[in-house]
């Protein structure tokens, strides 16, 4: 089944303690994005990356980074998280056209900064 | 318009009416128009990519319509159902950038 998976898909976590939120999808799309939805605010780019190797930030990228060492994967990475970054996070993905394409969302995370 | 806009922010209409909400966005560089349909506790899911001024889409009871040189998107939904309840979001992308922006949202409530 085509599908973008994001993992875990609830967190709980504290301040400065550094997480990894997975993305992977199945579908060899050579887009893929990250997004923190927030009430009041909307989906917001967080980066995207164009393919391997090439990534570039979003409209909100401080406090965190990505890596796209292969095609399928674009981890999310927050080195020292702070209560601020308490939010729904989506991972999605296009085939091609970039940012042109349709997205493909994951089923998003859900975390908690204490 | 610097940012994407939708209007209304929320709406509720009773089963079998139609109705239709607004995005806007900058005219400028124009590359692309998504709409996204997002049901409570799921994820977004495409209903239309669209790319030529004067574009028109269709999915069942849907329907869009795309104006790039005045910078407005037109979402229809014919004979509402209390299954169209939700958010209904429209993203914006412009040449020479990969960024896409969202609007904030149109919530969407058909009441049976």
């Known amino acids: 089944e085509a599908q973008v998976t994001q993992n875990p898909r609830y ?32 989906l917001r780019q967080i980066y995207y990356s164009m393919n391997v190797e090439v990534t570039d930030k979003g409209d ?15 981890p999310l990475i927050l080195e020292s998280p702070s209560p601020n970054q308490t939010s729904l996070y989506f991972c ?15 089923p998003g995370t859900r975390l908690t900064v204490l | 318009i610097l940012n994407v806009e939708q209007s209304p922010q929320s709406l509720h209409v009773q089963e079998g009416d139609s109705t239709n909400f607004t995005c806007s966005f900058p005219s400028s560089n124009f590359y692309a128009l ?10 977004p899911e495409a209903l239309f990519v669209m790319t030529l001024n004067g574009d028109e889409k269709k999915k069942g009871r849907i329907s ?8 407005y998107s037109y979402l ?36 049976p």
Not at chain 1, 60 to 74: A, I, L, T
Request: proline share 3%; charged share 20%.
């Open chain 1, 11 to 42: 967190l709980i976590t504290v301040t400065g303690k550094k997480l990894t939120v997975t993305c992977s999808q199945n579908m060899n799309h050579e887009y893929m994005s990250w997004y923190r939805q927030d009430p009041g605010l909307g």
């Open chain 1, 60 to 74: 909100v990228p401080e406090g965190y980074k990505v890596s796209r060492k292969e095609k399928r994967n674009f």
């Open chain 1, 92 to 106: 999605a993905s296009s085939l091609s056209g970039g940012s042109g394409g349709t997205q493909y969302f994951g």
């Open chain 2, 34 to 43: 998504h709409w996204y349909r997002w049901e409570t506790a799921k994820s």
């Open chain 2, 64 to 71: 869009a319509t795309l104006n790039t040189k005045e910078g």
């Open chain 2, 76 to 111: 229809y939904i014919k004979g509402s159902q209390p299954e169209d309840s939700a958010t209904y979001l429209c993203a914006h992308t412009q040449g020479g950038s990969e960024k896409l922006v969202f609007g904030k949202g149109t919530k969407l409530t058909v009441n």
